[in-house]
């Protein structure tokens, strides 16, 4: 069983910053693709930023220069480091990983946390 576990969101006012974090736990035997994405009431869910297993990064366009997101393989944890935040940037947040349960598996499973919420807001 493979839990994704979130930890960092919250109210921040606008221009403030926030890290989140997003642990994978259980029976691991290897992950790819990590990525965090975001949905605003009323809105559908978009990707945020997207970081694979070499280390190559990609942004949605409205969060480039603002947001950087890292892992730590040995940690099997994915951060998101929130800067200059927006009203616009309030949603809940939740990240998402391809993982092998096993060496069996020729495809990793994608597994998603519970989503943690970020609020903008003087």
């Known amino acids: 069983q493979v839990q994704l576990v979130e930890s960092g969101g919250g109210l921040v006012q606008p221009g403030g910053s926030l890290r989140l974090s997003c642990a994978a736990s259980g029976s691991i035997f290897s992950i790819n693709n990590m990525g965090w994405y975001r949905q605003a009431p009323g809105k559908e869910r978009e990707l945020v930023a997207h970081i694979s297993d070499g280390g190559h990064t990609k942004y949605a366009d409205s969060v480039k220069g603002r947001f950087t997101i890292s892992r730590d393989n040995v940690k099997n944890t994915v951060y998101l480091q929130m800067n200059s935040l927006k009203p616009e940037d309030t949603a809940v947040y939740s990240c998402?990983?391809?993982?092998?349960?096993?060496?069996?598996?020729?495809?990793?499973?994608?597994?998603w946390g519970q989503g943690t919420q970020v609020t903008v807001s003087s």
């Open positions: 998402n990983a391809g993982i092998k349960p096993t060496d069996s598996y020729y495809f990793p499973v994608s597994y």
